[in-house]
T-cell receptor, first 115, second 114 residues
Framework: DQQVKQNSPSLSVQEGRISILNCDYTNSMFDYFLWYKKYPAEGPTFLISISSIKDKNEDGRFTVFLNKSAKHLSLHIVPSQPGDSAVYFC??????????????FGQGTTLQVKP | GAGVSQSPRYKVAKRGQDVALRCDPISGHVSLFWYQQALGQGPEFLTYFQNEAQLDKSGLPSDRFFAERPEGSVSTLKIQRTQQEDSAVYLC????????????FGPGTRLTVL
């Protein structure tokens, strides 16, 4: 049972435009979400997070939106840059924000930003 | 660098061989996690240590998988009698305290079982 789902395996956008990466979850107990970015041959690196008490969190060019009723979150990158080309993973701590640190990841979306 | 390191970076094993994968966490980090990432999938949790204590091993797929962290620093993931379905990237992550948003990942070990 996939509790965190990223249904789009890949996304291609033009440099300077907006990239929108989507993530759905099934477990209503999840109350904290994270986005990780992964370059080839490297480990994932933390990008941005959001608590369920918020519906938006912004950090520079990156904004995450959370729609709890729809169990959906999205990552917006504006403007997109070629260096943003990577695999993006959505993740949630199993057991919520008070858990042991065990993260449940989505399948990932490969973003390609074309110059 | 002061990041998480893993060795070897690549390992090819014949089916039935035993393998050992090493993780050197960031110095002073209390928590250490192992994840398995199959091709085209996201990382999946295997096990978690706090110092030398293995507090959660619920993700280990079978009793062929064993992890240890005897001195609360370096950790080793051992897989006995490897099978083709064990082929994956094995990621190690560490964190200073028990804070999931501060997990720092190593580059992973890519295991291929022939």
């Amino acid at each position: 049972d996939q509790q965190v789902k990223q249904n789009s395996p890949s996304l291609s956008v033009q440099e300077g435009r907006i990239s929108i990466l989507n993530c759905d979850y099934t477990n209503s107990m999840f109350d904290y979400f994270l986005w990780y970015k992964k370059y080839p041959a490297e480990g994932p690196t933390f990008l941005i997070s959001i608590s369920s008490i918020k519906d938006k969190n912004e950090d520079g060019r990156f904004t995450v939106f959370l729609n709890k009723s729809a169990k959906h979150l999205s990552l917006h990158i504006v403007p997109s840059q070629p260096g943003d080309s990577a695999v993006y993973f959505c993740a949630a701590p199993d057991g919520g924000s008070s858990n042991t640190g065990k993260l449940i990841f989505g399948q990932g979306t490969t973003l390609q930003v074309k110059p | 660098g002061a990041g998480v390191s893993q060795s070897p970076r690549y390992k090819v094993a014949k089916r039935g061989q035993d393998v050992a994968l090493r993780c050197d966490p960031i110095s002073g980090h209390v928590s250490l996690f192992w994840y398995q990432q199959a091709l085209g999938q996201g990382p999946e949790f295997l096990t978690y240590f706090q110092n030398e204590a293995q507090l959660d091993k619920s993700g280990l797929p079978s009793d062929r998988f064993f992890a240890e962290r005897p001195e609360g620093s370096v950790s080793t993931l051992k897989i006995q009698r490897t099978q083709q379905e064990d082929s994956a990237v094995y990621l190690c992550a560490s964190s200073l305290v028990l804070a999931f948003n501060e997990q720092f990942f190593g580059p992973g070990t890519r295991l291929t079982v022939l």
